[in-house]
């Protein structure tokens, strides 16, 4: 009895972890093999000056970090504006509560990026409060929307990549609704396209974007600088390695494959912003 009784619990484990773990990894690698290969259109690095705007340390990377490193290989000049300062990171570790992860999630940034070819006095840092940017009150909000407005007018890019607008993780997409009004705000004429992070790994794509969104994707080639991402992305320990031997990595494996290969996905939809 005990014999079945332990053999039940085994199976009921390895169906949980199939069902948890493998299976989102399957379909996050099938639904972005079917973006690359099918849906999206092939998309050329152009000599447009770049801001990339990440809701915390290590999305600029996971998202952009090839078309950066292309740019800046053409002397292309890009900006990195993060918008949260990356507390919240192993907020439940005992060693990690009271915002000890944000000098080392800044430190990281800075090392990765260095790798990218982008200067410190091209980083932005706006320290806003990770995982609370739908808390923001109306005046903070407010405050953040102007920040990035000065940062758009002072810099003038021609292109603006930013998390997508349903990426399923609030700070991102909140990110997103932030540069939309700095955008509008500044006054400023810019193309943007949108990164996705998340919205391949939590959710399926027929459900939560409209075939119209689909037909913007577009993917850029990044083999000729792809072991240089992937050498930015080890630069982020805190989130792509276990921090202790009792802690797991931030950033599973499963999740972290689909940044490793030699594409990148972009939505390039600005020409529906104005119709949001």
């Known amino acids: 009895m005990l014999n079945i009784k332990h053999f039940l619990h085994r199976v009921q484990n390895k169906i949980w972890r199939l069902y948890n773990h493998k299976l989102p990894e399957f379909l996050s690698m099938l639904q972005f093999r079917w973006l690359l290969h099918i ?25 952009c970090g090839g078309l950066i490193r292309l740019k800046r290989e053409q002397n292309v000049s890009v900006q990195i504006v993060f918008i949260t300062d990356g507390a919240a990171s ?7 509560q009271s ?25 932005h840092f706006l320290d806003k409060p990770d995982s609370q940017l739908q808390n923001l009150d109306a005046t903070k909000r407010q405050q953040t929307i102007e920040q990035l407005a000065q940062l758009l007018k002072s810099f003038q890019p021609g292109e603006v990549y930013v ?11 909140v ?10 705000y500044s006054g400023i004429e810019v193309d943007i ?20 969104e689909l037909a913007y994707a577009h993917r850029i080639s990044i083999h000729s600088v792809q072991c240089k991402k992937i050498e930015a992305l080890e630069a982020y320990p805190s989130q792509c390695l276990p921090i202790d031997a009792e802690t797991s990595a931030v950033l599973k494996p499963g999740f972290l494959r689909r940044f490793l290969v030699p594409y990148e996905i972009f939505f390039k939809t600005a020409s529906l912003l104005s119709n949001q």
């Open 39 to 63: 849906a999206s259109k092939p998309l050329t690095v152009n000599q447009k000056s770049a801001m990339v705007i990440a809701p915390h340390q290590d999305d600029e990377v996971l998202g």
């Open 99 to 123: 915002g000890e992860m944000v000098p080392i999630r800044k430190q990281e940034a800075l090392s990765a990026l260095s790798i990218l070819g982008v200067h410190s006095e091209q980083i």
């Open 163 to 173: 998390t997508h607008r349903q990426d399923r993780i609030k700070d991102h997409e």
């Open 193 to 212: 396209l949108q990164y996705p992070i998340w919205i391949l790994w939590k959710s399926l794509l027929f459900r939560d974007l409209k075939l119209h």
């Open 90 to 96: 192993h907020a439940k570790h005992p060693k990690f």
């Open 175 to 184: 990110t997103y609704e932030l540069v939309q009004a700095a955008i509008q």
